[in-house]
């Protein structure tokens, strides 16, 4: 069946700018994760939705950082007024459930701030 | 917060040899993940550790946990030039929603 989709999976963008990366999870997945990886780091928590509840939006470095997720599937992250610090892969994950089940990785979007 | 941490972070190794690469976490989880992710790639899932004790294998590579002692293995067997990629771990806790990754094993196989 389809996996996790993103997109756009380039984005250049001039500092400044605001920005949203989209993400399609597997169907059926309740839980969506973003996360963030620099260059030759690990993965960096950004915010989780699980079903229609609240989202878990502690990972969130800056308030210039947001995501929504609509009708419990397509997710959207945006970045607003983008700085050079933000260039990184932003990964998008979903998972049948929270509980037990591993994530199922998107091939990511590689934003580069100029 | 939680710590992750992986040894070695680079790893080198010829063709044939064995392994092991170690996740040390800590604070109290039983629950462990492996990911592998190539060179410009997104992660792909490998073994999912569910309980202390709990082993896994595929192919050449196995993967244990032993909660108590808050850590992880990968072992490698025989190596071949296909396992060249970088290893992460993942560590989730129940009383949160974040999973906390290691900084990644990156691994060599040389012919």
């Known amino acids: 069946g389809a996996g996790v989709s993103q997109s756009p999976s380039n984005k250049v963008t001039e500092k400044g700018k605001d920005v949203e990366l989209r993400c399609d999870p597997i169907s059926g997945h309740t839980a969506l994760y973003w996360y963030r990886q620099s260059l030759g780091q690990g993965l960096e928590f950004l915010i989780y939705?699980?079903?229609?509840?609240?989202?878990?939006k502690s990972g969130l470095p800056s308030d210039r950082f947001s995501a929504e997720r609509t009708g419990g599937s397509v997710s959207t992250l945006t970045i607003q007024r983008t700085q050079q610090e933000d260039s990184a892969v932003y990964l998008c994950a979903s998972s049948r459930d929270r509980v037990k089940h591993e994530q199922y990785f998107g091939p990511g979007t590689r934003l580069t701030v100029t | 917060e939680l710590k992750v941490e992986q040894n070695p972070l680079f790893l080198s190794m010829q063709e044939g040899k064995n392994y092991t690469i170690y996740c040390n976490y800590s604070?109290?989880?039983?629950?462990l993940y492996w990911y592998r992710q190539d060179p410009g790639k997104s992660l792909e899932s490998l073994f999912v550790?569910?309980?202390?004790?709990a082993v896994k294998q595929e192919g050449r590579l196995m993967a244990s946990l032993d909660t108590k002692a808050r850590l992880s293995t990968l072992h490698i067997t025989a190596a071949v030039h296909d396992l060249s990629a970088t290893y992460f771990c993942?560590?989730?806790?129940?009383?949160?929603?974040?999973?906390?990754f290691g900084t990644g094993t990156s691994l060599t196989v040389i012919p």
């Open positions: 993942a560590v989730d806790i129940s009383t949160g929603n974040q999973f906390y």
């Open positions: 550790l569910l309980s202390n004790g």
């Open positions: 604070t109290t989880s039983d629950r």
């Open positions: 939705f699980q079903g229609n509840s609240a989202p878990d």
